[in-house]
């Protein structure tokens, strides 16, 4: 095996190490969701990160309707209806009509809605701050072949819309 070969399988292994502790961190991102939202006397019928990421979408883009919400956050519209009826169900969002569109519908957050975009918002402030501090041992240099990785691994992920023909 070559030297590169043997670096690029170090890498493999280290890639799905990282896939699996991003499946704790979002199990424990959950978690911590649940008890901030217990914390806060807050119900809300699913602790799901996609549900959270749809009302923390809305809250930073409202008035949104489905369609952009799908694709800022590259779902199909189909989740989307699913998850914002639950979020309709559990008074974190509300569903209106513009004056100069009556087709379409748009989501803004309710009160219950902004309490719950705010805790969020400040759990994931704390974590872009220890991400972004974790990052500071690396150069430039570095830092750009990271991102070169990442994104070469999004691309040929399979469930990216290059690979199922997006």
Request: glycine share 4%; hydrophobic share 35%.
């Amino acid at each position: 095996m070559y030297p590169a070969e043997g670096l690029k399988r170090l890498l493999y292994d280290r890639f799905i190490h990282l896939s699996h502790l991003s499946e704790e961190l979002f199990a424990a991102e959950e978690s911590a969701i649940a008890e901030l939202l217990q914390e806060h006397g807050i119900t809300f019928s699913s602790t799901s990160l996609t549900s959270i990421h749809v009302l923390d979408c809305i809250g930073n883009n409202e008035p949104i309707n489905s369609t952009a919400i799908a694709d800022k956050m590259k779902l199909s519209k189909a989740s989307i209806t699913k998850i914002s009826t639950k979020l309709l169900q559990d008074d974190c969002i509300k569903r209106n009509r513009m004056n100069d569109n009556k087709k379409e519908f748009y989501f803004s957050l309710t009160p219950k809605g902004r309490k719950l975009f705010d805790l969020h918002a400040r759990m994931h402030e704390q974590f872009e701050q220890k991400f972004l501090e974790s990052m500071n041992s690396f150069t430039e240099p570095e830092l750009q072949a990271s991102l070169k990785f990442v994104q070469t691994m999004i691309d040929y992920s399979p469930t990216s819309p290059r690979k199922v023909g997006l």
